[in-house]
């Protein structure tokens, strides 16, 4: 009697703390990421760096992996999310390298068959438990701007074109 009693206890406490495990799953807390505007271009740099000259470091990689447990209709904000916060480590990668900018930013997809795409624009891959976003750039250190070099017309010094006199002939009379 008294061991039925302990079975029917353990086991209505086991179904119990079944049932409360399993209603609920923690949510995702995703940070936000901003993307580092000035210092990493898609393409070369523009804005108040567009004509500035550099020389180029090398190849910089980054990767982001973020966890996909949601079951989203689309996944593409989270994708730009964690772009955003690769780019931030492309650009920490360039400066342990010397460089101040990363120019040529590209999204790298692994395809399952072995080749390898390249996109200006945010991809991720998703295994479903898993996310990421791998991206390479080019790592620029910028020269010093060039100082104005003086125009030929400053170097001129104004003075009077000799002027050729007409000759006057006569003809013999003095």
């Known amino acids: 009697m008294m061991v039925r009693s302990q079975l029917v206890r353990t086991t209505a406490i086991f179904s119990l703390l079944y049932l409360v495990s399993c209603a609920s799953l923690p949510e995702e807390r995703h940070e936000r990421y901003s993307f580092p505007a000035k210092n990493v271009y898609p393409e070369l740099p523009t804005g108040e ?29 989270l994708c730009r999310n964690y772009y955003n916060k690769a780019a931030q480590n492309l650009l920490k990668e360039a400066k342990k390298a010397h460089g101040e900018a990363v120019i040529q930013v590209r999204s790298v997809v692994l395809l399952l068959d072995g080749k390898v795409e390249e996109h200006v624009t945010p991809e991720c891959s998703d295994d479903g438990a898993e996310g990421e976003v791998l991206l390479r750039g080019i790592a620029i250190r910028y020269k010093p701007m060039p100082s104005p070099t003086p125009t030929p017309s400053s170097f001129s010094i104004e003075s009077p074109m000799p002027t050729a006199t007409p000759s006057v002939i006569t003809d013999g009379e003095t």
């Not at 000259?53 to 904000?77: C, F, I, K």
């Open 49 to 77: 760096n567009l004509n500035r000259p550099y020389e180029t470091l090398g190849w910089v990689r980054s990767r982001a992996a973020y966890p996909t447990m949601e079951q989203m209709d689309t996944n593409q904000p």
